[in-house]
């Protein structure tokens, strides 16, 4: 399965270190100046991708990080903040990253299984499970007790697909515990646990409850201290709903689609939290990759074999792991997009470190965004023989 493909079955889902040692880290990310192996020529050959991508997609911005080594080697934003301002666009904008956020929850969840808090094969809803039975009538529905949490990461719960039924894109006034319940009462499974991949949006969710369940703290705070910290992370935080609830220096989203869930402003985005509510820039994705991305153990906040395992995929499907979509050469990556939003977010065998971030959406803006930026890369010749 190519890139194009993978990312088409996530489209749509619109889906503690001292402080020594967070310094250091963050230095990981300074220590080169800013495009000091791309020529001037090359740097307007980047831009043209861009701008080509704007022009395609009627892309009021779209921002970039590259890192390559654990280095941020190119950092640039084109456009402006949103349609008809004036105020240009830079590196330091938030964006709502979408289904990004789900490596980011499976960090969280890797994290607590190195403490020893957590096991990837402990039960979800059961007596002995995680959450107990405190959500939803009992007894529950055929194999929901049989759910783990690896089913949860994997996508191979058995149901609660990005389908038209998803469950995150209904009930909008419901909260958390609300929306489990009713789903627990009237989803069943479409099939047994751990057998049949299904993209679930909802399943992530769960993992956001787990994360809550087990720390006793709400999920932003716990993934704030235990993943975004330690990666040198400050200014990421979990989306407001409406056009009055918008960050400091957040864009304004797009829409450009017809039908239901098509407004940024009437989905219920700080609710999804833990599978899609993360707003950031490229640069904090970035700092996040390079700080999970395997190849480096002074740098990286997780185990090397947690993180060969959360890079590992099921045998339900060869192209997602846990939390990242893999292939056979050795990438990982994932997409995002929800009304208003697209998001990608790369890490290549031959240690690059990437994101791009645009405040709108349309039919093929995720796979699209995902080329735009391979094609900008292989524009610097330096970086040439590492795509070969």
């Known amino acids: 399965m190519n890139r194009r493909t993978a990312l088409k079955t996530i489209a749509g889902c619109g889906a503690a270190l001292g402080i020594a040692g967070l310094v250091g880290k963050e230095r990981i990310l300074t220590a080169l100046s800013l495009n000091n192996k791309i020529q001037q020529s090359e740097r307007e050959a980047m831009a043209s991708v861009a701008e080509d991508f704007r022009g395609k997609f009627a892309a009021p911005g779209l921002s970039i990080a590259i890192a390559q080594n654990g280095r941020l080697a190119y950092e640039q934003a084109f456009g402006v903040t949103g349609r008809g301002s004036r105020e240009e666009l830079t590196p330091s904008h938030l964006f709502r990253i979408a289904s990004v956020s789900k490596p980011i929850t499976s960090a969280a969840i890797f994290s607590l299984i190195e403490k020893g808090r957590l096991r990837s094969e402990d039960r979800v809803f059961a007596t002995d499970g995680i959450l107990g039975v405190e959500y939803g009538k009992q007894p529950y529905g055929r194999g929901v007790e049989q759910i783990t949490i690896d089913h949860l990461l994997t996508h191979t719960s058995g149901g609660w697909d990005n389908g038209p039924d998803d469950p995150m894109f209904s009930n909008v006034g419901m909260n958390h515990a609300q929306l489990i319940s009713w789903t627990l009462n009237n989803q069943p499974l479409k099939n047994p646990p751990g057998k049949v991949y299904a993209y679930s949006n909802f399943g992530y969710c769960l993992l956001g409850r787990v994360i809550e369940k087990v720390t006793g703290r709400a999920y932003p705070d716990y993934v704030q201290n235990a993943i975004l910290s330690p990666c040198g992370i400050t200014d990421m935080r979990i989306a407001g709903n409406t056009l009055q609830d918008r960050a ?71 192209n997602y792991a846990r939390g990242w979509m893999v292939n056979t050469k050795g990438h990982w990556w994932h997409g995002g997009d929800l009304a208003g939003t697209t998001a990608i977010l790369v890490r290549t065998s031959s240690r690059f470190c990437w994101a791009a971030l645009t405040n709108t959406r349309r039919e093929g803006t995720v796979s699209a965004l995902d080329d735009m930026v391979w094609e900008m890369v292989s524009k610097v010749s330096a970086w040439r023989p590492a795509l070969a």
Do not use: C
């Not at 707003?279 to 074999?305: M, N, Q, W, Y």
């Open 248 to 318: 400091p220096r957040e864009v304004t989203y797009y829409g450009q689609g017809q039908g239901p869930y098509q407004n940024p402003y009437e989905i219920n985005v700080r609710r999804m939290d833990s599978h899609g509510g993360w707003i950031a820039t490229p640069l904090d994705l970035v700092r996040f990759a390079i700080h999970v991305d395997g190849f480096d153990v002074s740098r990286d906040i997780l185990k090397t074999e947690t993180i060969r395992k959360m890079a590992t995929p099921s045998d339900a499907n060869p």
